[in-house]
């Protein structure tokens, strides 16, 4: 159980659009449609951002969209804003009550 | 409102095991809709899910970790616990308890929507 792939980090201005990909397998991203993803300030615990695939918990803003291709998963930020400054993680089932984190990407806004 | 608390020894020694106890208030653990786990993050580093486990005792691990790891449960007090033996440097991290939902209604997810703020272990002689 490799942990998923993410970049290292993604920027972008006030009000611009940012995508992160995360990179696994057939085993895990590729086989079932639970992957979820994390906001993580420095010294916080992170926060859910969402779920299967594409769904958003109770009050996250809808600017926090999710998708997925094959073995790749993805988390698009649209209307970058000062607060949206943070690590992201992605993280997917990966069979028998396993799970696998992704490296953790840092987005800065410009 | 859901909260759980991560608590335990800040500092483990090399080669002893490192326990601890996450309580979780404003709800039941008793509850098959969910899992309990614990995540941990080596500083600077990224998020590591250890293992999981059930109101009824199941537990589920990393294989990574599987052979030094045990989570259990204490439904009497709301909580449940992790053991870790044989500890190195590596093991040098924030560990987290969350809560995994399992089924929403009859749907089934895979996510960690409550967390706790996390506890720092230091591993060091």
């Known amino acids: 159980q490799s942990a998923l792939t993410q970049p290292r980090s993604v920027s972008g201005s006030p009000g611009q659009s940012v995508t992160i990909s995360c990179t696994g397998t057939?085993?895990?991203?590729?086989?079932?449609?639970?992957v979820s993803w994390y906001q993580q300030h420095p010294g916080k615990a992170p926060k859910l951002m969402i779920y299967?695939?594409?769904k958003r918990p109770s009050g996250v803003p809808d600017r926090f969209s999710g998708s997925k291709s094959g073995n790749t998963a993805s988390l698009t930020i649209s209307g970058l804003q000062a607060e949206d400054e943070a690590d992201y993680y992605c993280?997917?089932?990966?069979?028998?009550?396993?799970?696998?984190f992704g490296t953790g990407t840092r987005v800065t806004v410009l | 409102q859901l909260q759980l608390q991560e608590s335990g020894p800040g500092l483990v020694k090399p080669s002893e095991t490192l326990s601890l106890t996450c309580t979780v208030s404003?709800?039941?653990?008793?509850?098959?809709?969910?899992?309990w786990v614990w995540v941990r993050q080596p500083p600077g580093k990224g998020l590591e899910w250890i293992g999981s486990?059930?109101?009824?005792?199941?537990?589920y691990y990393s294989p990574s970790l599987k052979s030094r790891v045990t989570i259990s449960v204490d439904t009497s007090k709301n909580q449940f616990s992790l053991k870790l033996t044989s500890v190195t440097a590596a093991d040098m991290a924030v560990y987290y308890c969350?809560?995994?939902?399992?089924?929403?209604?009859?749907?089934?997810?895979?996510?960690?929507?409550?967390w706790g703020q996390g506890t720092l272990v230091i591993v060091s002689s």
């Open positions: 969350t809560r995994r939902v399992y089924t929403s209604g009859i749907v089934f997810r895979g996510d960690f929507d409550y």
């Open positions: 404003g709800g039941s653990i008793s509850n098959s809709d969910f899992y």
């Open positions: 486990v059930s109101y009824t005792g199941s537990a």
């Open positions: 057939s085993s895990d991203v590729g086989a079932y449609n639970f």
């Open positions: 299967d695939v594409n």
């Open positions: 993280c997917s089932f990966a069979g028998s009550h396993t799970f696998v």
